[in-house]
Nanobody, 114 residues
């Protein structure tokens, strides 16, 4: 199983980015896929989750600005109205159900700065 992330980079405050996370190696029927992030000196923070049935949930702090979605084997995180405090390394992950095995992407840097 491999998760490969793309789409990070430098964006100005108020801008948008879409992160991608492509899954390869296996097909899973039931799973949770999620986005987390970790800013320098801070603990890892949950952002959003999508289940194999398509249902989603979000961290309260980011609800309305971030949108999680998936298309076949690719997970997305659409980020709008970005703020400097969104600067972090963003990670995607998948938890396979019912086993509970988890796999992580390599992480990708998002920097919000003028």
């Amino acid at each position: 199983v491999q998760l490969v992330q793309s789409g990070g980079g430098l964006v100005q405050p108020g801008g948008s980015l879409r992160l991608s996370c492509t899954l390869s190696g296996s097909i899973f029927m039931r799973y949770l896929m999620a986005w987390d992030r970790q800013a320098p000196g801070k603990p890892r923070e949950f952002l959003a989750r999508i289940r194999s049935d398509g249902s989603t949930n979000y961290a309260d702090s980011e609800k309305g600005r971030f949108t999680i979605s998936r298309d076949k084997n690719t997970l997305y995180l659409q980020m709008d109205s970005l703020k400097p405090e969104d600067t972090a390394v963003y990670y995607c992950n998948i938890m396979v159900l019912p086993d509970g095995n988890s796999y992580w992407g390599q992480g990708i840097q998002v920097t919000v700065s003028s």
